[in-house]
């Protein structure tokens, strides 16, 4: 009896030990990501070279050619930040509240215009 129950604790150890492993987040335990998506009028085509902050950290990153920015932070309460080019009101400014869980992935979208006036 005694000898399952050590095997029972071991197999209870290395569960616990490896499980952080097994999240979504690739950068690992401890940190989690904000994952935002600019798009053309809200699922046109997608807009890259588009500034993206993130407040109260001020980091900042340009979407890529598939209008995407990635962060990758410790847990807490943040705002993704973008002033948007857009025709007619000419820019759209986005302050949107993310809250970051460790090991998890958060989506924000931002709508934007290919062309400004």
Same mark, same amino acid.
């Given at each position: 009896?005694?000898? %399952? ?9 290395? !569960?616990? %030990? $490896?499980?952080? *492993?097994? #999240?979504?987040?690739?950068? =690992? +335990? =401890? ?5 935002? %998506?600019?798009?053309?009028? *809200? @699922?046109? +085509? ?6 993206? @902050? !993130?407040?109260?950290? @001020? %980091?900042?990153? #340009?979407?890529? #050619?598939? =209008? ?14 973008? #002033?948007?080019?857009?025709? =007619?009101?000419? $820019? ?10 460790? *090991? ?9 215009? !290919?062309?400004?006036?």
């Amino acid at each position: 009896m005694k000898g %399952l129950l050590k095997t029972a604790c071991l197999c209870g150890l290395l !569960l616990v %030990l $490896f499980l952080p *492993g097994c #999240s979504d987040d690739p950068s =690992g +335990p =401890g940190t989690g990501t904000i994952r935002v %998506l600019v798009t053309d009028g *809200g @699922g046109g +085509p997608a807009v890259p070279d588009a500034e993206i @902050g !993130l407040a109260p950290l @001020g %980091l900042s990153v #340009s979407t890529n #050619s598939e =209008g995407r920015a990635i962060f990758r932070v410790p847990p807490g309460e943040y705002f993704v930040d973008a #002033s948007l080019c857009c025709v =007619g009101p000419g $820019f759209i400014q986005y302050h949107e509240p993310v809250t970051v869980i460790a *090991g998890r992935t958060e989506n924000v979208t931002l709508i934007a215009c !290919l062309s400004c006036d």
